[in-house]
């Protein structure tokens, strides 16, 4: 069997499975059992067996069912009341079928009761309620699109029910009503699978035949993952009119839109264009030069500049594209300048096509990877991430089943052995950097670290940093867990980032950066054991023989024990790197076009979200006095500045040209810096909000003096 149909079976079984209905002859078999107990059934159906069950209520012949708890790993009566004391427990039996199973395994005459006290129906609805009335289905096993799927489910099982079920065979079988049961559930899973077949070309269609008629069009199924449900929905009603079509200009602005634009992912393409001559360069040839256009995402509309690029530049983003490019660029780059010279046609359009994006994960300066990193480091030192995992053994094929010590221990060892060369001898002191106190941090904790206000206007920053906290109530005993807590960490801590570099003035950035850091630490790790101290000692331990290990072997084994502790590979949000790289492929699958792809997704580390303009400083006062200002980036600080009149500066060292400056209020204000440099070279400094340009004036070696003048307002409430 196709191991994907394999699963689409099970996956029709385990919906049939879930399925909790009303089914009145379960009810009377179950009163039938009471008077051989000696006890009356009850006129009240409230009172009976079956409908308690329905509503998660014990009947006084149950038999209580104990559980461990996964709170206190104590032993529980698995009912509603317990469940909702013990909400780790109840949240892993209602996420991880495996547990029901079990549980219906030790207990199979009180399997009603058990999917009952999990998912309880009320009496008020099930005593009225009409023979195959479904209460509940698993939403796991259903997708979104199948809207109409359970309502003709339900209403095959009472087709089946009013065909097969005759209330006198009762009467005469004890077993008629459970062998009915049995029949029906096996009907429910061929009819599933028959109501999924009959949607195939519909807006209702299950993913597993999209999945399969797309991996029969250049196998596309393999991009799956990486498309959106638009996407593939759009693939799986047009791919054989694509096909059909290949080649025209209509096929490829469709493609265009709902491949690329449908997912934010922005095309260009290129035109090779003669400038005009400068004359007075000299040179009488034009120069030739590449201009990129938008085809879908036109960002840069209202701007006057043309993005222009030089063919050096170009060719050398073709040289991926095949294996000599690199051998023949500079030869083929300057036939091309060459060429392009001396061509007739000073506008040719070719048949380069760029796709170009930034991919916010690679740029944000929290990296979801070293948080998860850090935070797996930590956790297991300190007893807070308590798991096992099995990995298998490289050499002997044999399982190996470790704690997360030991899991931190190995990763360690085989990442730099693997992937940098080097080979660890002592078991090292591992440093966990940035991560979370997963604890709850106090006023004076936090005021500790930032300067006093006589005022206190750092309350707000104090109660939003204490409103963002994550704590760790109990240790995590899953890798489900544990990245859904890596999760959660990493999306407050850059919120948090966000919000300390989001401040204004410097004062109020320096305290919510000193806020930010005393919510994080550094911690060294240490993985002390008496068994082992040296790697040797280690690997004896748990019988690995390094010596028949090679450096692709140590890499897929450093992967292997990071994914099975952190299940970080599983994480259901991709990168913009990897959905551009998915949907450029699908586009030269279905293209015929003679045309060259280039991909560029900006991934450099950013500086986090600063303000774009910074205020140094603002009081309400007048102050006189020196300065000393050092301009060299876009966040100077300026020591000491006059808000009134004129202030003497003693100091000013010019490094850069570019500064960015705010006021407060919305006005108008100019601001001119007189000073003199070493070479008795003068510059004025003219502020047009934001920006502050610095223009060479005279050499006259007048004193420094910075005046301010302001339009409409008093100066004091600007810098």
């Not at 395994?105 to 129906?121: F, T």
């Not at 096992?388 to 060892?413: C, E, H, R, W």
């Not at 940035?434 to 206007?457: M, N, Q, T």
Request: some cysteine.
């Amino acid at each position: 069997m196709n191991a994907y149909y394999k699963i689409y079976v099970e996956s029709n079984i385990n919906l049939v499975s879930s399925l909790i209905f009303k089914f009145k002859a379960v009810a009377d078999s179950m009163n039938r059992e009471l008077p051989l107990r000696g006890i009356k059934v009850p006129d009240d159906p409230r009172k009976w067996r079956y409908y308690m069950h329905l509503a998660g209520d014990y009947h006084s012949i149950d038999v209580p069912m104990e559980i461990v708890s996964l709170d206190t790993r104590e032993k529980i009566i698995f009912s509603k009341e317990s469940l909702k004391l013990h909400k780790k427990t109840q949240n892993v039996y209602y996420n991880t079928p495996r547990y029901i199973d079990d549980l219906i395994a030790r207990y199979p005459h009180q399997s009603v009761l058990i999917k009952g006290i999990m998912h309880p129906v009320p009496m008020d609805v099930s005593i009225p309620a009409a023979d195959g009335t479904i209460f509940y289905y698993g939403e796991r096993y259903v997708e979104s699109q199948e809207y109409s799927l359970i309502t003709k489910l339900e209403a095959s099982m009472r087709r089946y029910i009013r065909r097969f079920m005759m209330e006198s065979y009762q009467e005469t079988d004890d077993l008629y009503t459970a062998a009915v049961v049995g029949m029906l559930t096996l009907y429910l899973i061929k009819e599933c699978i028959d109501i999924r077949n009959e949607a195939r070309r519909t807006a209702e269609v299950h993913s597993y035949h999209i999945g399969r008629y797309l991996a029969s069009h250049n196998s596309l199924d393999e991009f799956i993952p990486y498309m959106s449900k638009d996407q593939m929905f759009w693939l799986y009603m047009n791919i054989a009119n694509i096909e059909r079509h290949t080649g025209m200009q209509k096929t490829f602005d469709k493609l265009v839109e709902n491949l690329m634009t449908a997912r934010r992912l922005p095309m260009y393409d290129y035109t090779l264009r003669q400038k005009s001559i400068d004359l007075e360069s000299e040179l009488l040839a034009p120069e030739p030069v590449f201009v990129r256009t938008a085809i879908n995402l036109n960002t840069d509309q209202l701007s006057r500049t043309v993005d222009e690029w030089d063919i050096p530049t170009v060719m050398r983003k073709e040289v991926p594209d095949a294996i000599d490019n690199g051998e023949y660029l500079e030869h083929y780059t300057k036939e091309a300048i060459s060429l392009a010279q001396d061509a007739s046609i000073s506008n040719l359009p070719t048949k380069i096509v760029e796709a170009s994006a930034v991919d916010p994960e690679d740029t944000d300066p929290i990296k979801a990877t070293e948080a998860t990193v850090a935070h797996w480091f930590y956790m297991s030192a300190t007893d807070k991430y308590i798991n096992s995992i099995d990995i298998i053994n490289p050499v002997s094929g044999d399982t190996i089943k470790l704690d997360m010590k030991q899991a931190v221990i190995l990763f360690v060892y085989a990442f730099y052995l693997g992937y940098h060369g080097h080979e660890m001898k002592k078991i090292p002191v591992i440093p966990a950097m940035g991560v979370a106190k997963l604890r709850w941090i106090s006023d004076e904790e936090y005021r500790y670290s930032i300067p006093e206000h006589k005022f206190d206007i750092w309350a707000d920053d104090i109660d939003f940093f204490q409103k963002t906290f994550y704590e760790l109530e109990q240790p995590i005993l899953s890798a489900d867990a544990f990245l859904d807590a890596c999760d959660k960490i990493t999306t407050r801590k850059r919120l948090r980032y966000m919000y300390a570099n989001a401040a204004h003035r410097h004062s109020r950035r320096g305290v919510r950066k000193m806020l930010f850091n005393t919510s994080y630490a550094n911690i060294y790790c240490h993985f002390d054991n008496p068994l082992y101290s040296t790697y040797e000692e280690f690997f004896q331990y748990l019988g690995i023989d390094t010596d028949m290990m090679y450096e692709d072997t140590w890499q897929d084994l450093a992967m292997s024990v990071f994914d099975g502790c952190t299940l970080f590979s599983t994480k259901s949000k991709m990168s913009v790197r990897q959905i551009q790289a998915a949907m450029v492929t699908i586009f030269k699958r279905l293209s015929s076009y003679s045309v060259q792809f280039l991909e560029e997704v900006i991934s450099s580390d950013c500086s986090g979200s600063h303000a774009m303009c910074v205020i140094p400083d603002d009081t309400d006062e007048t102050t006189w006095g020196d300065a000393t200002a050092l301009i060299s980036d876009m966040n100077t600080v300026i020591e000491t500045t006059s808000h009134l009149g004129t202030a003497e500066v003693s100091n000013i060292t010019l490094d850069g040209t570019d500064i960015h400056d705010v006021v407060k209020y919305e006005a108008q204000c100019q601001l001119a810096l007189e000073f003199e440099l070493v070479d008795r070279t003068e510059y004025k400094l003219s502020v047009i909000l934001p920006m502050i340009t610095a223009t060479a004036v005279d050499r006259s070696p007048t004193p420094i003096a910075m005046s301010l003048r302001s339009v409409g307002r008093d100066a004091r409430n600007y810098v």
